[in-house]
């Protein structure tokens, strides 16, 4: 049987039709697509959710992994063929978070979450780990197929917080001893030309406070034992 995938796009407006017909491309009959309107896109506090998925989905619980993606985002019309491949090879040891490569086009082409197989900086190549999540080179959570539990955890998010809410969530999992944060490495999504991982309409500072934020509780836990070792 394979895992229930909930997919959830947020945005504005009303879904994009690019957007619906990729995720239709991938629903299996076990997998549900919801559309929630979120006004305050950057804040990223996905958690909170919950309660207006659940009005449509019934429970949220009764899905295995959540998939999240921007509206105006498309989706591999093989993602969840891929997703399947991964997962069934994973160890029940650790619960897997599995983070895919996800493509970004604005005034260059990125290619997101690639660094977790860079060999200069990466422990173990595939994984994201707490070191390499300090970093934060070109994380993003979007595309990635994160269980259930997780996901709507509001341990791993830091209420308001109004941005890089993504990177504090993705340290706050490669921090635990119970998660393991995997690599997909195949495009599985295509990110919306308009969403602005940049924040270019806030200034330094503004970027400089909430990057710190979203990394100062692990930041400051490596520097109590790096100084304690010595």
Known sequence: MSNRVLFIVTGTGKIDEKTKKSLDANLDKEDAKVFVKYGDIQSEEYYTL??????????VNNFDYVCLLPNGS?????????????????????????????????????????????????????????????????????????????????????????????????????SSDDYVITSIPKIILNVADEWDFKFS???????????????ENWAEDKQTTTVESN
């Open 50 to 59: 919950k309660d207006e998925v659940n009005k449509i989905v019934n429970d």
């Open 201 to 215: 309409a806030i200034n330094n500072e503004e970027k400089v406070k909430y990057f710190t934020m979203a990394r």
């Open 74 to 174: 498309e989706l591999n019309s093989s993602a969840k063929q891929i997703f399947n491949e991964y997962v069934s090879n994973r160890s029940e040891e650790f619960v897997n978070v599995f983070l895919p490569f996800v493509f970004y086009k604005t005034d260059i082409v990125t290619v997101l979450n690639k660094h977790l197989w860079n060999s200069m900086i990466a422990s173990v190549p595939g994984v994201l780990d707490i070191d390499l999540a300090l970093k934060q080179i070109d994380s993003t959570m979007f595309g990635a197929f994160i269980p259930t539990g997780i996901f709507f955890d509001e341990n791993n998010y830091k209420p308001g917080m109004k941005y890089y809410q993504q990177y504090f969530f993705l340290n706050s999992i490669a």
